[in-house]
């Protein structure tokens, strides 16, 4: 079996090309269910950093690299930074129920509260509501409008009223709250995860493109960065957000508090298409599976939700509680698997992730576009891409090909991070020198991944001269001799 010093990944590829991220936590944080969880279907494992410290996450990152060595397959790593957390201060007696139409004080005082009034400790947010702001209280159950507002308070009418206790959670939907992406926390957060080795960085709060920029300052290209999109402001400015971010996350939990919930699908299915249109990978996240945390089936609202995203063309579905604490985190990622499996089985799956995606008029563009089509035409086994920035293999992934992607790598960094890339089946092995050694490579990793045998044709494309990054300038057919197999 494969050694700890690993120079070629050639395991079998996963026969699904939407990729699925778990969560880890106190449910699944032992080597045997970390495994478990990959052989059922596993490619990313999430590191929420809002749970746990430092060295119990340490810890999970050494045996997800063991089980990467013990399976001979690539495994990402992603690590989900906390972002900032506004909450409401505490009450005299624990608890109050606001009433709709009542007038409610927010202050920055930091007395216990009232039903006349409650501690709000973020003097950014006095800086930022105006008169009609809204104020989400509790995930949204409790809602507030501004009626005036000095520097230091604002009355309120309780728009929808409910019980409101301790330290709950404060969206303030329609305004840019004039804060960081990243706290004090979360820069801590981040160095750790960038000495262990996290592959991807989930950010959270983006609100603007200038949160990603600040965040790819600080990781200095050790990472992929992943813009989570939960705020309406990341939404208005997302064009600029995906251009800076490695990929970008459809985080519908707090995205579904600030925004009307009848507005979360269609803002999905924009946020799907625009990264596709990219060339970044998207994953879609929260409540997939959410009933599966206490029953071991599914219901079928949410089966067809997962089935929506993977139809929508997503890279990635995402668990969270349901693997981190849930009582079935096998039996929901076995669940994902079916779904994304017969998804991509029907005839409309590739037409309907294909549409409206326009990609740019470059040479690199075309010629992975032309690679789809050639592969179509003369039905080859596989489309072969040499990567070493990764960029060649995302344009591949992006044209959703029918033919299997089968990327080389000379850095595990890359194929590591390629693991949440949608139907690539990433090796990592040593680089080529020239164009006759990279056709012979070629076609023995497409034999040796059992994508080809004799007779078989294989697209190739790569960069010339090698090691350019996103230099995709080649396309070449090459014919599988029996005396290769």
Known sequence: MTSPKITEFLVARRDRKTRIVATLGPASSSHEKIKNLFEAGVDVFRLNMSHGDHKDKEALVHTIRAVERKVGRPIAILADLQGPKLRIGTFAKGKVELTEGDIFTLDLTNKPGTKK???????????????????LLDDGKVKLEVQSFTK???????????ILSDRKGVNVPNAVLPLAALTEKDRKDLAFALKVGADWVALSFVQRAADIAEAKKLIG???????????????????????????????????????????????????????????????????????MITSPVPTRAEVSDVATAVMDGADAVMLSAESAVGDFPCEAVA????????????????????RDIHIHARTEDAITAAAKQVATTVDACAIVTFTTSGSTALRAARERPQAPILTLTPKMSIARRLAIVWGLHTVKTKDVDDFEEMIGKSKRMAVRAQLAEAGDRIVITAGVPFGTPGATNVLHIAWIDSHEV
């Open 117 to 135: 009034r409650a501690s709000l400790p973020h003097k950014e947010i006095f800086n930022a509501i105006d008169v009609g702001t809204h104020i």
């Open 221 to 291: 290209g050790k990472a992929a960065v992943m813009a989570k999109i939960e705020k309406p402001a990341a939404v208005d400015a997302l064009d600029e957000i995906i251009e800076l971010s490695d990929g970008v996350m459809v985080a519908r939990g707090d995205l579904g508090v600030e925004e009307p919930v009848e507005k979360v699908p269609g803002i999905q299915k924009k946020i799907i298409r625009k990264a596709r249109a990219a060339g970044k990978p998207v994953v879609v996240a929260t409540q997939m599976l959410e009933s």
């Open 152 to 162: 230091d308070k604002a009355d309120c009418r309780v728009i929808v009223g409910g």
């Open 335 to 354: 669940v994902m698997d079916r779904v994304a499996k017969h998804v991509e089985q029907e005839p409309s799956y590739l037409r309907d992730s294909k």
